[in-house]
Structures are given as structure tokens and as C-alpha cells.
């Protein structure tokens, strides 16, 4: 049986929104309005998948700034691809993620401080 990170996962992934967003990010990081426009959804529901996969680890947020001075975040997908082996009565789940690099890793760490 699937425990509950696993299931978490599961719905996650089953979730049109979540795989949109997933998709869209794997390109290039994106802002919320672009994945509204991509994924063809509404900024709450964008801002509600974002927690869930960010929650996860399946996205890396970036903090940008426009030329008024403004900032923003964007997004991009972390999440490599999910391994399922069911066998002999027993279900086991393998998420791989891409590495965080160095530089980007302090910036957010510098950033949520």
C-alpha cells in the first residue's frame, strides 16, 4: 500500500492543473501569469498547484525583477520523472528530482531570510 507521501504524489500527478504547470515550466521558468495563459487556468488555482508541487520539491522558484523595479517569482520544474515497480504484493516509488544548483540554492536561501 501507498503511504501518504506517496498518495500525495499520486493525486498530485493525477491532477490536470499540476502536470499543465509541470510541463509548461520544464521549458523555461515561468510567472504565474504565463502559466494562467498556458495552462489555461485561474491565478488561484495556478497559486494553489504551485504550494502543492513546490510543497513536494517538484518546482524551484526564482525571485526576478522587471525594468520598473518590480519583482516577481517564476517557476520552474524540478521534478525528472517518477519510477512505480509494483511486485510480489507490494507497491515501491522512486521520485527523481534535478539537482538545485549551488548559486540558486543561496539565493533563495539569502532571499527567504
Not at 66 to 92: C, F, N, Q
Amino acid at each position: 500500500m501507498p503511504d501518504d507521501e506517496d498518495r500525495e504524489v499520486l493525486a498530485l500527478l493525477d491532477d490536470q492543473y499540476a502536470r499543465r504547470i509541470l510541463i509548461a515550466a520544464s521549458e523555461e521558468p515561468m510567472s504565474v501569469d504565463r502559466l494562467t495563459e498556458c495552462c489555461d487556468a485561474s491565478p488561484p488555482t495556478i497559486y494553489r498547484r504551485i504550494e502543492r508541487l513546490s510543497d513536494q520539491g517538484f518546482l524551484n522558484e526564482y525571485q526576478e525583477f522587471d525594468p520598473d523595479g518590480h519583482h516577481y517569482k517564476t517557476y520552474s520544474t524540478r521534478l525528472e520523472r517518477v519510477a512505480i515497480e509494483i511486485a510480489e504484493g507490494s507497491m515501491e516509488m522512486d521520485v527523481y528530482r534535478r539537482d538545485e544548483d549551488p548559486a540558486d540554492r543561496f539565493t533563495r536561501l539569502f532571499e527567504d531570510l
